[in-house]
């Protein structure tokens, strides 16, 4: 199974920005990022297919977050703009066997221990 170890995660203010690495043991195929905040379930945020050309995002993030990946160096990220209080939160990278984008934490096999991202106001 892929292991995966995320990074970049850090205290930022509201309005500023972060951007997330995963970097993978091996070959994936859709990879995604989901978030979990203290008392709330994992949730979907992004992922993306395995050529890249194929992206999703919830849509409490569309518009300031963007998922990419470069395959040579195994590694996805998140880039992540205009940064709320309520993005505060664990985040993960997960990879699916999926050859098609999906966005529900079922359909990912492997899992990142997460970093964590806070947002002050």
């Known amino acids: 199974q892929v292991q995966l170890v995320e990074s970049g995660g850090g205290l930022v203010q509201a309005g500023g920005s972060l951007r997330l690495s995963c970097a993978a043991s091996g070959g994936t195929f859709t990879m995604g990022w989901f978030r979990q905040a203290p008392g709330k379930e994992r949730e979907f945020v992004a992922s993306?297919?395995?050529?890249?050309?194929?992206?999703r995002y919830a849509d409490s993030v569309k518009g300031r977050f963007t998922i990419s990946r470069d395959n040579i160096k195994k590694s996805l990220y998140l880039q992540m703009n205009s940064l709320k209080p309520e993005d505060t939160a664990v985040y993960y990278c997960a990879a699916s066997n999926s050859r098609v984008v999906v966005t529900t934490t079922p359909a990912y096999d492997a899992w990142g221990q997460g970093t964590q991202v806070t947002v002050s106001s």
């Open positions: 993306i297919s395995w050529r890249g050309g194929s992206t």
